[in-house]
């Protein structure tokens, strides 16, 4: 075993294995991979080793596309089979909603370049005869699915790696992780010490452990997955053989199970909501290749409705049922990328969907370390979007909430309620008193909207308009007509300070920094001017004689800004970065009549003159400290107020009171996000990724190209000179009873032309056959449409899609928001629009102009 690397990637299933081959091919081959026993000694081995490319993240979809073209690749380079099964797969939906959650993943997969096709319970069944059809409304064919040798595909992997350079040395645990001053990690192991410039954290079901070793305890869990296997069944063999080819997979959201041939059985699986999680305190690192004892009353009710709706099954015998455990993270999506915190140290762990994401993974993972950016949007898969309150209770309860719900449709208006509350501020029973819906939002509990006196506050979950659709409306016109009171604690908040913060900010931020007392709106760009940030930011008078910064950005984004700002911070500790979290909580007043509320608190003048729009300024309310910045997020004349929260109720109470007269009213956050569509505002992780650069995210203004070298300024002034392909732009859509919701396809009527900003189908899918062996494409019965598959539809294309939208109250239309071609962004056309809204396309119109005081008076006023 070498003494030195510039990269140990710890553990050995596919996802270990998958870096390490990764890393080889990017050039890095003084690496090497320490696995405690064998290859495949975790998860891996007793996998089911199913592979698909659909995700409810279409930017996770993307890369299991990745991961299932690369295996070919693989095979070629190590010379070891994949046994690769490219079968394709049907999702069946037994209920209209479900049929509706297919609509939308369909819709999703046409600017993703996935080539599903909406069918017919009739046309499942002549694929998987082992069905009873009726008990199915329809179903969704997605030809990229299929299954592989789990031992081989992650010996593939490892073949392929050796050859490009990479050692892997086995029979070697990992027992201790040190750093030294320069960075350099100090990998103690069994056989000795590899000092390595970077370590991996790849070590599946010791994940947990390995990130003990550093000071960090990753919200991972492991649950005990059961499948079982059938004896050889006639009709199985009788397909096989009237066909020449295998039998498909199934999903069954009803039954929660999924199902596919093995070898002349059938093999399927369970995700029961009697799930049940295993050594949820540590990984014992003596567990090998061993199962655990099943539990077959446990998954009963979900064999019951199996063999409902697959009797064929029913009759068969089992010959083994495994049951062994598997990784997740509280979302059921990895965790990848660099621990905020920590230097050179990486995740790739809670991989459960190996075969379908490992590869992808690798991929992404070798691009952040060779070349500073994954090249892709991870953020659904970033290690960096869980914060500090996911702690081991926590994590158990949201994993076990996850696997119980993992063939589960999920609402778009659906809070999920395992852990919570887990952070509350001091208003959190003064609005459930007040009748509020509340949200997790980054951990923390957050008034939606508020239900009407006399009613359950609750939502009806739909993809359609819901019960807070009334009340939502009343909540925007009060606010817009007189005044309203939000809780905004949900927002992240830091200070910057020392001598040179100014400079520091203005190398980060594509903005010049404020004057004392004043605000900007800022962006913060990567060094590939992608868009990683979206700020507020306010100069603060001088402490110590020390320069001083407010910065409030996107609470999701916490560590994931830190982990930035870390980066860059001078190695002299001149600068110095506070993360408040919830240690300071805001309230906001918006409408007409908050200047004339807010006057009554303060005992200093705010007139138009004295405390001027984008004006920053810490001043008493209602007799408490506070910081008050002259802007809200609704667009309109507001103020965000911001205190230590030992004075959150005491400002509130305050606001109540004085608010009276006024007709104050509470609103929550469903109304300040439609109320930030009537301004065509853009949202962070939404329409704001880094995927896009700063013009494309039609953020022009807020980027000052001539103030200083701020990183990612080449590239920005690049995208600038040679003008953007895609633009952010804001749609008018002539809904029905269901508005969009993110992610759904913008159609545009160009005749031939091809703008090219669509992904072009990857070309590795199987052919879909009737019960006669004959093949079928297009049928499309399920829709009674030809134009439900594809991505062109004579004169009309799939151009562009949608970050987000919904229902703008106050001028009472529906909109959305996305990203098409900059050729087509600002033209308003009638007719040159269609947005797929739950399977139909709806007529929309790109609006240039916010329809909500378009000019910016009001809120200036």
């Given at each position: 075993?070498?003494?030195?690397?510039?990269?140990?990637?710890i553990?050995?299933g596919?996802?270990?294995?998958?870096?390490l081959?990764?890393?080889?091919?990017?050039?890095?081959?003084?690496?090497?991979?320490?696995?405690r026993?064998?290859?495949?000694?975790?998860?891996?081995?007793?996998?089911?080793?199913?592979?698909?490319?659909?995700?409810?993240?279409p930017?996770?979809?993307?890369?299991?596309?990745?991961?299932?073209?690369?295996?070919k690749?693989?095979?070629?380079?190590?010379?070891?089979?994949?046994?690769?099964?490219?079968?394709?797969?049907?999702?069946?939906?037994?209920?209209?909603?479900?049929?509706?959650?297919?609509?939308?993943?369909?819709a999703?997969?046409r600017?993703?370049?996935?080539?599903?096709?909406?069918?017919?319970?009739?046309?499942?069944?002549?694929?998987?005869?082992?069905?009873?059809?009726?008990?199915?409304?329809?179903?969704?064919?997605?030809?990229?699915?299929?299954?592989?040798?789990?031992?081989?595909?992650?010996?593939?992997y490892?073949?392929?790696?050796?050859?490009?350079?990479?050692?892997?040395?086995?029979?070697?645990?990992v027992?201790?992780l040190t750093?030294?001053?320069?960075?350099?990690w100090?990998?103690?192991?069994?056989?000795?010490?590899?000092?390595a410039?970077?370590?991996?954290?790849?070590?599946?079901?010791?994940?947990?452990?390995?990130?003990?070793?550093?000071?960090?305890?990753?919200?991972?869990?492991?649950?005990?997955?059961?499948y079982?296997?059938?004896?050889?069944?006639?009709?199985?063999?009788?397909?096989?053989?009237?066909?020449?080819?295998?039998m498909?997979?199934?999903?069954?959201?009803?039954?929660?199970?999924?199902t596919?041939?093995?070898?002349?059985?059938?093999?399927l699986?369970?995700?029961?909501?009697?799930?049940?999680?295993w050594?949820?305190?540590?990984?014992?690192?003596?567990?090998?290749?061993?199962?655990?004892q099943?539990?077959?009353?446990?998954i009963?009710?979900?064999?019951?409705?199996?063999?409902?709706?697959?009797?064929?099954?029913e009759?068969?015998?089992?010959?083994?049922?495994?049951?062994?455990?598997?990784?997740?993270?509280?979302?059921?999506?990895?965790?990848?990328?660099?621990?905020?915190?920590l230097?050179?140290?990486?995740?790739?762990?809670?991989?459960?969907?190996?075969?379908?994401?490992?590869?992808?993974?690798?991929?992404?993972?070798s691009?952040?370390?060779v070349?500073?950016?994954?090249?892709?949007?991870?953020?659904?898969?970033?290690?960096?979007?869980f914060?500090?309150?996911?702690t081991?209770?926590?994590?158990?309860?949201?994993?076990?909430?996850?696997?119980?719900r993992?063939?589960?449709?999920?609402?778009?208006?659906?809070?999920?309620p395992a852990?919570?509350?887990?952070?509350t501020?001091p208003?959190?029973?003064?609005?459930?008193?007040?009748n509020?819906v509340?949200?997790?939002?980054w951990?923390?509990?957050?008034p939606?909207?508020f239900?009407?006196?006399?009613?359950e506050?609750?939502?009806?979950?739909?993809?359609?308009r819901?019960?807070?659709?009334?009340p939502?409306?009343?909540?925007?016109?009060?606010?817009?007509e007189?005044?309203g009171?939000t809780?905004i604690?949900?927002?992240?908040?830091?200070e910057?300070?020392?001598?040179?913060?100014?400079?520091f900010?203005?190398?980060?931020?594509?903005?010049?920094?404020?004057?004392?007392?004043?605000?900007?709106l800022?962006?913060?760009?990567?060094?590939f001017?992608r868009?990683i940030?979206?700020?507020?930011?306010?100069?603060?008078?001088?402490?110590?004689?020390?320069?001083?910064?407010?910065?409030?950005g996107?609470?999701?984004?916490?560590?994931?800004?830190?982990r930035?700002?870390?980066?860059h911070?001078?190695?002299?500790?001149?600068?110095r970065?506070?993360?408040?979290?919830?240690t300071?909580v805001?309230?906001?007043i918006?409408?007409?009549?908050?200047?004339?509320?807010?006057?009554?608190l303060?005992?200093?003048?705010?007139?138009?003159?004295?405390?001027?729009f984008?004006?920053?300024?810490?001043?008493?309310?209602?007799?408490?400290?506070?910081?008050v910045?002259?802007i809200?997020y609704?667009?309109?004349?507001?103020?965000?107020?911001?205190m230590?929260p030992?004075?959150?109720?005491?400002?509130?109470?305050?606001?109540?009171?004085?608010?009276?007269?006024?007709?104050?009213?509470?609103?929550?956050?469903?109304?300040?996000?439609?109320?930030?569509?009537?301004?065509?505002?853009?949202?962070?992780?939404?329409e704001?990724?880094?995927?896009?650069?700063?013009?494309?995210?039609?953020?022009?203004?807020?980027?000052k190209?001539?103030?200083?070298d701020f990183?990612?300024?080449?590239a920005?002034?690049?995208?600038?000179?040679?003008?953007?392909k895609?633009?952010?732009?804001?749609?008018?859509?002539?809904a029905?009873?269901a508005?969009?919701?993110?992610?759904?396809?913008?159609?545009?009527?160009?005749?031939?032309?091809?703008?090219?900003t669509?992904?072009?189908?990857?070309?590795?899918?199987?052919?879909r056959?009737d019960?006669g062996?004959?093949?079928?494409?297009?049928?499309n019965a399920?829709e009674?449409?030809?134009?439900?598959?594809?991505i062109v539809?004579g004169?009309?294309?799939?151009?562009g899609?949608?970050t987000?939208?919904?229902?703008?109250?106050?001028?009472?239309?529906?909109?959305?928001?996305?990203?098409?071609?900059?050729?087509?962004?600002?033209?308003?056309?009638?007719?040159?629009?269609?947005?797929?809204?739950?399977?139909?396309?709806?007529?929309a119109?790109?609006?240039?102009?916010?329809?909500?005081?378009?000019s910016?008076?009001k809120?200036?006023?």
């Open positions: 075993m070498k003494s030195h690397a510039k990269a140990v990637v553990g050995g596919v996802v270990g294995c998958s870096v081959y990764h890393l080889a091919k990017s050039g890095w081959t003084d690496i090497m991979l320490i696995e026993s064998e290859l495949t000694s975790g998860s891996s081995w007793h996998a089911a080793g199913g592979f698909h490319t659909l995700n409810g993240d930017n996770v979809a993307k890369l299991q596309a990745y991961t299932v073209q690369l295996y690749e693989i095979e070629e380079i190590s010379g070891q089979s994949c046994s690769l099964h490219l079968t394709g797969g049907v999702m069946m939906a037994d209920t209209p909603e479900r049929m509706d959650f297919l609509r939308l993943a369909h999703k997969g600017y993703l370049g996935m080539d599903t096709e909406l069918i017919t319970p009739s046309e499942a069944k002549a694929m998987f005869p082992l069905m009873d059809e009726t008990n199915f409304v329809g179903a969704m064919w997605d030809p990229v699915e299929g299954h592989l040798d789990p031992s081989g595909t992650t010996h593939a490892a073949k392929a790696a050796r050859k490009l350079g990479a050692e892997i040395v086995l029979r070697n645990r027992v201790e750093q030294e001053v320069d960075g350099t100090n990998v103690v192991t069994e056989q000795g010490t590899v000092k410039e970077h370590v991996v954290n790849c070590g599946g079901l010791w994940a947990r452990e390995i990130g003990r070793m550093v000071g960090v305890e990753l919200p991972v869990l492991a649950m005990e997955h059961m079982l296997l059938t004896e050889p069944m006639p009709e199985v063999e009788e397909f096989n053989k009237s066909t020449g080819r295998e498909i997979g199934v999903l069954d959201f009803k039954g929660e199970i999924y596919r041939q093995e070898r002349n059985g059938i093999l699986g369970t995700y029961e909501k009697a799930c049940k999680p050594s949820p305190v540590s990984t014992p690192w003596d567990f090998g290749h061993e199962l655990l099943p539990d077959i009353d446990r009963a009710p979900s064999l019951e409705i199996g063999f409902k709706h697959f009797p064929g099954i009759k068969a015998g089992i010959k083994q049922i495994i049951n062994g455990p598997f990784t997740f993270a509280l979302d059921g999506n990895p965790l990848v990328g660099p621990v905020q915190g230097t050179n140290f990486w995740c790739a762990c809670a991989v459960m969907a190996g075969f379908s994401q490992g590869g992808g993974v690798g991929l992404a993972l691009n952040w370390m070349h500073g950016d994954p090249g892709f949007d991870v953020w659904g898969m970033d290690v960096a979007r914060g500090e309150w996911a081991l209770r926590y994590t158990n309860a949201k994993v076990r909430e996850n696997y119980s993992r063939f589960s449709i999920r609402f778009p208006n659906e809070e999920l852990a919570r509350p887990a952070q501020t208003l959190y029973d003064t609005m459930i008193a007040n509020a509340m949200g997790d939002s951990g923390l509990e957050t939606l909207w239900a009407p006196r006399g009613s506050p609750k939502d009806v979950v739909s993809f359609h819901s019960n807070d659709f009334g939502i409306g009343e909540e925007v016109r009060a606010t817009r007189k005044v009171v809780e604690a949900n927002f992240a908040k830091y910057v300070s020392g001598p040179g913060a100014e400079d900010l203005n190398r980060l931020m594509t903005n010049r920094m404020p004057k004392t007392g004043r605000i900007v800022t962006p913060m760009l990567n060094e001017g868009l940030g979206d700020f507020t930011i306010a100069k603060a008078s001088p402490r110590g004689g020390e320069e001083r910064f407010m910065i409030w996107s609470s999701a984004a916490q560590k994931y800004h830190m930035w700002f870390e980066k911070l001078p190695k002299d500790g001149s600068i970065i506070h993360r408040f979290d919830q300071l805001g309230l906001s918006a409408g007409p009549k908050s200047r004339d509320l807010l006057q009554k303060v005992d200093v003048d705010i007139s138009t003159t004295a405390f001027r984008m004006d920053f300024r810490e001043m008493a309310v209602g007799g408490a400290p506070c910081m910045n002259r809200t609704t667009g309109d004349l507001g103020y965000e107020i911001w230590a030992a004075y959150q109720r005491l400002v509130y109470k305050a606001i109540k009171e004085a608010g009276e007269e006024f007709g104050l009213v509470d609103f929550g956050m469903r109304a300040l996000l439609s109320m930030r569509l009537e301004k065509n505002f853009s949202t962070w992780f939404r704001l990724r880094p995927i896009y650069g700063p013009f494309e995210g039609s953020m022009d203004r807020f980027i190209l001539e103030k200083n990183i990612g300024r080449e920005a002034a690049k995208e600038q000179a040679e003008g953007p895609l633009r952010r732009v804001s749609f008018i859509v002539d029905a009873d508005d969009v919701m993110g992610d759904e396809p913008i159609w545009a009527k160009v005749g031939g032309k091809d703008y090219g669509v992904e072009k189908p990857h070309g590795y899918g199987a052919p056959f019960a062996g004959k093949e079928v494409r297009g049928s399920a009674g449409a030809s134009a439900v598959r594809g539809d004169d009309w294309r799939v151009v899609w949608v987000s939208g919904g229902y703008a109250h106050y001028v009472e239309k529906s909109m959305a928001q996305g990203y098409v071609p900059a050729a087509l962004a600002e033209n308003e056309s009638a007719g040159l629009f269609e947005i797929e809204i739950l399977g139909h396309r709806r007529p119109r790109v609006n240039v102009e916010p329809p909500f005081d378009p910016g008076e809120m200036r006023t």
